[in-house]
């Protein structure tokens, strides 16, 4: 698509607006424009009658949106116009090599017919790269640089040939006559009006007039004819007055005739052989290598999306998206998609189109007769089993259809206005082809009433979808119809939508691209693609009920973490609810603590899976009261003076490493004997809800009625645990601490963290040497300076308080040491065990050495990253005994209160 000046950024060809409150504004005044003598003029000025439905400040943004540059001299022959022969295009900084993913860089320079280059621009280009043999194309971008030369650029988003093309659709001359006639309050199209009334002698009286919309006519020009007012939308419609008949006779309307307004020197500028014409420059067949990057999107469908351009892509005529994972849906996969729908089609004979493609690809949708024409509708589609209601009806005046009853035409924003609206209503519309042939202000201003009927519908019903369809290309290229006006429509359009959450599908860019013949109404294989992409918006979680359903890796996990979710506390749970997988949010939202990004939901499975597996053992201790009171009655009569005498040496001087290491494997010893065991079976298939009261009520044997009794209360017994068991797994998902949702993750998957693990029998002391390679290497030496300094200070001593208290602090959930001594007994008998260690951690600081056991640490490295390169890719978590992280604490505490007393 084209650029008229040159951006800061390069413009969206694909819109989907934000969602957001939308603005009602006052309403501002049209354009005219004129031309003078044999040139064209670009002169124009606003009418003081029109009324577009935006604020100054919308029509401001509006009008600059729409700016479009012009020729800079007055236009007197042909020859000054930009000839499609004489311009050229060339790739720029072409190399050998393209990849999928990277971008191609096109020059395009515009001539007149003496092969001079142009000094100003406003040419209307389209380009694509494609290939023929794959059935692959995609759209370029075109920047306009105001001074006779373009640029193009392109994404290569696949594998293979490519070919670049660039056509002329009009010159900047001819694109100045359609923004003069595109502002002008001329009428480019007529229609008839037929009235008809019971005559004499029981004959009908029947008049044809022609009719037209009232749109910028000065206030005394309605003399003569008969003017119809809509009391909604204010919009007019006018009819030449019967001669014999009153106006309240208007029965039937119908299309009629064109009229052109331009000179004969302005219908050259349309000439087939200067419009919509390919221009020659480096068509070599370029061949993209492979690569890793992934192209389409693989966001969830869902209004307010950022788009990038290209929007997508053809390959082998299957449109992939770059603005979210659109799903391709089979005849049946629309059946279960569009089921409980309710949808209204509303706008010309493109939507249509899509009516016509549901009819005919779901057998079971059976059209109704309501006595209406086929092709002017409106039209009524059933499915009855799945609850599917479809609906089409025309825009409204002006329409250049058939012969049809007046009764019938109704403004699209007043049929929104009529709608309830609600979860699984849809609203799909367009309004371009039919309104072409009347000044832009006027499409405005039905625009502006089309979106306050949508704003009114979104804050009744929020839930409701609406989905905007925007213009298309089209086989005819003259003043009366033709892309350019198009694409100034699509941006009207996506102007004023783009503050509401509505979907806006640009299908401008799929027909521009594609090879098949340019047409109103695209071919079959476009219309299928936009249906997917439109069925991708309805039904956003499809994708991923069909997966569940239909691939066993997925439909088996336990677990489902959705990211970058963007929903508001405001949006219920029904739309994005899975079956048997109970969905648990997390919204950005004050309450979570997080107040910018997005959110989460996580889908659990409800389901017990099979599995085959043989049952697991594991050994507990079994801890109760009965256990601890043993335990410290055990350490209370132990003498630990034993110890002490056994480890003196000749010197008189107590060795620690004897005495620490016969003290903790005491401990060991007396918890191994003292506290019982139990072995634990885990079954595979075991359901978490069957506990022992479930056991005690399944078990019983007796007469019938007890047999009855029993069963009954197994039922309940089982549904009341079930529904615990439901509510235990949500709280883990209710809070905003992230530690307890992983628990409940590793609880639901049964995933058991191990450490990691490495086939190389070399690694445990590589890691060594590795953790290691700061550590001084005279450690006696500096034991002998610590030894020597900590005479000369006030030496620290560590009472039976101070253990007793650290002792206590222990938390028994946390992993134990090298030691296997559980956190729980030393902290159940910190009374019994104050004095032992008290009197070991005193040794420590008389001989400034620690007992090489209360050293040892067993060391878990766990991988940082999922592929490890170097030992330095290993975090290296730590587990030391319980005993000496008792005495670190004591002695950190110690250091510090120094450290605040100086």
């Not at 479009?68 to 022969?85: G, L, R, V, Y």
């Not at 790739?91 to 191609?104: A, C, M, N």
């Not at 009520?697 to 007890?706: H, K, L, R, Y």
């Not at 235990?728 to 993750?745: A, F, I, N, P, V």
């Amino acid at each position: 698509m084209p650029f008229r000046t040159q951006p800061k950024s390069w413009r969206l060809a694909w819109e989907v607006p934000q969602a957001g409150e939308a603005k009602q504004f006052p309403l501002p005044s049209p354009l005219n424009s004129h031309h003078n003598g044999k040139y064209v003029s670009t002169e124009s000025a606003p009418s003081e009658t029109a009324d577009t439905g935006f604020s100054p400040e919308e029509w401001a943004r509006m009008l600059k949106a729409l700016d479009w540059p012009t020729p800079d001299q007055p236009i007197t022959h042909i020859a000054m116009t930009t000839c499609p022969a004489c311009s050229t295009f060339s790739i720029v900084g072409q190399t050998e090599k393209y990849r999928v993913g990277d971008e191609l860089y096109v020059h395009i320079v515009a001539k007149d017919h003496n092969n001079t280059p142009k000094r100003y621009g406003g040419d209307f280009f389209l380009t694509k790269l494609y290939s023929s043999e794959l059935k692959a194309s995609v759209v370029g971008e075109v920047l306009d640089h105001s001074n006779g030369s373009y640029s193009a650029r392109f994404l290569l988003p696949w594998e293979g040939e490519a070919q670049v093309a660039v056509r002329l659709v009009h010159s900047s001359e001819a694109v100045q006559i359609l923004k003069k006639c595109l502002n002008s309050n001329s009428m480019r199209r007529f229609y008839y009006g037929y009235f008809e009334a019971p005559g004499p002698n029981g004959k009908r009286i029947e008049e044809r007039v022609t009719c037209n919309v009232k749109w910028g006519q000065a206030k005394n020009s309605s003399t003569g004819t008969c003017i119809y007012r809509d009391p909604r939308t204010g919009d007019e419609w006018q009819c030449k007055k019967p001669k014999k008949l009153s106006c309240d006779a208007w029965v039937y309307h119908r299309g009629g005739g064109y009229k052109n307004p331009l000179t004969t020197f302005e219908k050259k500028l349309f000439n087939g052989a200067l419009t919509n014409k390919g221009i020659k420059g480096d068509n070599r067949i370029l061949n993209v290598l492979p690569s890793n990057v992934r192209i389409g999107a693989t966001e969830k469908c869902r209004a307010g999306m950022p788009t990038p351009i290209p929007a997508g892509f053809y390959l082998k005529d299957v449109w992939t998206s770059r603005v979210c994972n659109i799903h391709h849906f089979k005849p049946a996969d629309m059946e279960r998609c569009l089921e409980n729908k309710l949808i209204y089609m509303m706008g010309d004979s493109t939507t249509r189109q899509w009516f016509e493609f549901f009819e005919n690809i779901i057998p079971s949708l059976k059209r109704v007769n309501i006595h209406t024409d086929k092709k002017v509708g409106p039209l009524l589609a059933i499915h009855m089993k799945n609850n599917i209601v479809l609906n089409w009806r025309a825009h409204g005046l002006p329409l250049s259809f058939p012969k049809m009853a007046v009764a019938d035409l109704h403004y699209i924003s007043n049929e929104i206005d009529r709608m309830a609206g609600g979860k699984g209503t849809i609203i799909v519309f367009d309004i371009f082809a039919h309104v072409v042939f009347h000044p832009l202000t006027f499409y405005a201003h039905r625009v502006s009433r089309i979106r306050q009927a949508v704003i009114a519908l979104l804050k009744r019903a929020p839930e409701t979808k609406v989905i905007i369809k925007s213009g298309n290309t089209r086989e005819t290229k003259d003043v009366i119809a033709n892309d350019w006006y198009y694409m100034q429509q699509n941006i009207i359009m996506k102007e004023a939508f783009r503050d509401l959450p509505v979907i806006y599908m640009d299908i401008f860019q799929m027909t521009s691209c594609h090879y098949a013949k340019e047409d109103v109404h695209p071919a079959p294989v476009i219309v299928a693609n936009a249906i997917d992409i439109f069925l991708s918006f309805v039904c956003p979680l499809y994708e991923l009920r069909t997966r569940i359903t239909t691939q066993r890796k997925i439909g088996e996990c336990c677990a489902l973490i959705l990211m970058e979710t963007w929903l508001l506390d405001s949006r219920p749970d029904s739309p994005i609810q899975l079956q048997m997988h109970p969905v648990n949010r997390g919204d950005c939202i004050s309450a979570s603590g997080k107040n910018r990004g997005s959110g989460v939901f996580i889908y659990v499975n409800s389901r017990q899976l099979l599995k085959q597996a043989p049952p697991l053992s594991k050994t507990v201790k079994v801890w109760n009261e009965d256990t601890d009171l043993m335990l410290q009655g055990c350490f209370e009569s132990t003498n630990w003076d034993v110890f002490r005498t056994a480890a003196l040496r000749e010197d008189r001087t107590v060795d620690l490493q004897d005495c620490a290491s016969w003290v903790i494997a005491y401990v060991s010893t007396c918890i191994e004997i003292t506290v019982p065991t139990k072995c634990c079976k885990k079954y595979p298939n075991q359901r978490p809800w069957i506990n022992c009261e479930v056991r005690s009520t399944a078990f019983v044997s007796g007469n019938t009625e007890d047999y009855k009794r029993a069963r009954y209360d197994l039922r309940m017994s089982i549904k009341e645990n079930k529904r615990q068991y439901r509510w235990k797994l949500e709280g883990y998902y209710t809070t905003t601490d992230s530690r307890c949702m992983w628990q409940g993750l590793q609880h639901v998957t049964d995933n058991q963290q191990k450490g990691a693990t490495n086939s190389h029998a070399t690694l445990p002391g590589e890691l060594n040497e590795f953790y290691t390679r700061f550590e001084a290497l005279d450690i006696d030496r500096q034991r002998g300076v610590m030894a020597t300094e900590s005479t000369r200070s006030t030496l620290l001593t560590v009472s039976v308080a101070d253990v007793r208290k650290a002792l206590k602090r222990i938390n028994p959930q946390k992993a134990v040491g090298p030691d296997n001594i559980p956190r729980c007994a030393l902290r159940v008998c910190s009374s019994e065990l104050a004095d032992v260690f008290a009197d070991i951690f005193n040794l420590f600081l008389v001989q400034a050495s620690v007992a090489s056991f209360f050293k040892s640490t067993t060391i878990v490295s766990l991988p940082k990253t999922s592929t490890v390169t170097c030992l330095n890719d290993y975090h290296p978590v730590a587990l030391t005994p319980i005993a000496m992280k008792c005495f670190e604490s004591i002695v950190m505490t110690h250091i510090q209160e120094t450290i605040l007393d100086t």
